[in-house]
């Protein structure tokens, strides 16, 4: 007793600093146990942050979306902010293993985890839905995408003026399709999307809207495509799921044999690249003109528009082995080109000419080109290929 009193208050101070050292030291050691070395939400390496009421170490980005539900989750900086010894223990006790085996008991096979690459709206909903929603904890909390049924409410982006306009959307996993009303008492769909040709990708940027999302299907072997989007996050991912769960089913029943982690990559996919190119015609003299041009999968589109609802044209990309080939720059005698980086596309038909206007544009379309030249075709790609190469 007498020893503190006379040791006064400039010794106090110096306990609390290093208490607040032997936190942040513990804290560094917590941060390399198995588990904690990654974002217990987007999975990103290296987590700076930590929620000390959850329990888990995130990185900066989720961070942010913990502040959004403030009421259950706290975050603090590992290396910036102080910490108690209790919040640091409770920390310890916990952790993102325990966390994951805790918040995410029964996710379903087809339910979306996003990454650190994936938008805002995706990750965000993620989060509410582990630990604010607890969805992954009872199995009715997942009614909304689990049901194999769905209907409600989208603002759908008109043809004509893009303007958007509330629409009634209907998702039947029996029917195996999903489609839209435009009218509301409407008898008859204005579209039915069979769900086995049917993607959803979400689209911020390109939409213009934070929760956009791009939904494509096929009619008659060619890409449509409809632009959607949901004030509430919830819904919209609800939405995007509930794709997924249809999707999931379907390819279970056509694929009875596949294992899960082959059809999982199957249930929505997001584009190879997107971006502007100049194009000309196929006899080369037609002179070259701005399109935006989206890879997905094998199928290289063009729009004049990015949110056109049809493709202008559609080119299949096939494998090496099948003669397709990708070529740095343009044919010599090639005109009227404005965009100094060619690329040569030969398929076994005729010659794709394209301009980009960077290098690094170039070598990232090449890339992604590349990337699909080299990959094997699949049976069913074949077929693909047949169709494209008898399209009138
Ligand atoms: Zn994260």
């Not at 390399?32 to 995130?58: H, I, M, Q, R």
């Not at 992604?368 to 990959?375: G, H, L, T």
Request: aromatic share 12%.
């Amino acid at each position: 007793m007498r020893e503190r009193l006379r040791a006064g208050a400039g010794a106090a101070v110096s306990t609390m600093a290093s208490d607040d050292e032997r936190n942040r030291q513990r804290l560094k050691q917590l941060l390399e146990k198995p588990g904690n070395g990654k974002c217990a939400d987007c999975g990103a390496p290296d987590p700076e942050w930590a929620s000390y009421t959850l329990g888990v170490f995130v990185c900066h980005s989720c961070s942010g979306l913990h502040r959004n539900i403030a009421q259950i989750s706290k975050v603090k900086s590992v290396l910036l902010d102080p910490w108690s010894s209790s919040e640091v223990e409770f920390v310890g006790s916990e952790g993102n293993n325990a966390a994951k085996a805790k918040y995410e008991q029964i996710v379903p096979a087809f339910y979306y985890r996003p990454t650190h690459k994936d938008c805002m709206v995706l990750r965000e909903q993620w989060i509410r839905a582990k630990y604010e929603r607890k969805e992954f904890t009872s199995a009715e909390k997942q009614e909304p995408y689990s049901a194999g049924y769905r209907e409600g409410f989208l603002w759908k982006r008109g043809r004509d003026n893009g303007q958007f306009l509330s629409r009634k959307f209907i998702l039947s996993e029996r029917e195996c399709v999903l489609k839209y009303f435009n009218k509301h008492d409407a008898r008859e769909p204005k579209a039915i999307m069979k769900i086995n040709t049917v993607n959803a990708t979400f689209q911020p940027t390109k939409i213009g809207v934070a929760h956009g999302l791009q939904i494509t299907y096929l009619k008659d072997n060619s890409t449509r495509n409809i632009f959607v989007y949901h004030e509430d996050g919830k819904e919209i991912v609800d939405w995007f799921n509930a794709i997924r769960a249809a999707r999931f089913h379907y390819l279970q029943v056509a694929f009875p044999g596949a294992a899960q982690s082959e059809l999982l990559p199957k249930l929505t996919r997001n584009y190879i690249k997107e971006g502007y190119m100049e194009k000309t015609g196929p006899k080369h003299t037609e002179g070259f003109k701005r399109r935006w041009f989206t890879m997905d999968d094998r199928r290289l589109m063009y729009f004049k528009d990015p949110q056109d609802a049809y493709a202008r044209g559609e080119v299949f990309i096939g494998c090496k082995d099948n003669k397709y080939t990708v070529l740095s720059g343009l044919p010599a005698n090639t005109q009227g080109y404005h965009w100094q980086f060619g690329i040569t596309i030969v398929t076994p038909d005729r010659k794709f000419l394209f301009a980009c206007e960077t290098e690094e544009d170039q070598k990232d379309w090449i890339a992604a080109f590349q990337s699909v030249i080299n990959r094997p075709m699949l049976p069913q790609e074949y077929a693909v290929e047949a169709y494209f190469k008898h399209k009138p």
